[in-house]
């Protein structure tokens, strides 16, 4: 099963980023690691060929990555994921 797969099959599971998050939006590192989210979503990423190539080759996909639309901190945000950078967390029923 792919990234994309797992995480769509865990909607409405919880999720644990090991790592801290970057925002783009000149925050820089949020200095958090461990933070347990809540997974809305997930979608594929076309990633497309760097600024400045041909016209041609800039419609060329580059690679499709996961994405994962999260609850963090009470808001919700689209974050670019890596697999080793996650943990599902599971809630098994108990056993009697």
Same mark, same amino acid.
């Not at 099963?1 to 998050?21: C, D, N, P, S, Y």
């Not at 076309?46 to 600024?51: D, S």
């Given at each position: 099963?792919?990234?994309?797969?797992?995480?769509?099959?865990?909607?409405?599971? #919880? $999720?644990?980023?090991?790592?801290?998050?970057y925002w783009y939006d000149?925050?820089?590192?949020?200095?958090? /690691?461990?933070? &347990?989210?809540? $997974?809305?979503?997930a979608a594929a990423y *076309?990633?497309? =060929? =760097?600024?400045g190539t041909t016209t =041609?080759?800039?419609?060329? &996909?580059?690679? +499709? +990555?996961? +994405?994962?639309?999260?609850? $963090?901190?009470?808001? /919700?945000?689209? $974050?670019?994921? *890596?697999?080793?950078?996650?943990?599902? #967390? +599971?809630?098994? /029923? /108990?056993?009697?």
């Open positions: 099963m792919t990234l994309l797969e797992t995480l769509q099959a865990h909607k409405g599971g #919880l $999720i644990r980023l090991k790592t801290e998050l000149g925050r820089g590192y949020d200095n958090t /690691p461990g933070r &347990i989210c809540l $997974i809305l979503d *076309a990633v497309h =060929a =760097a600024a =041609a080759a800039a419609t060329d &996909i580059h690679a +499709v +990555v996961a +994405v994962a639309h999260l609850l $963090i901190d009470g808001q /919700p945000a689209w $974050i670019w994921l *890596a697999e080793q950078d996650i943990d599902l #967390l +599971v809630n098994d /029923p /108990p056993t009697n």
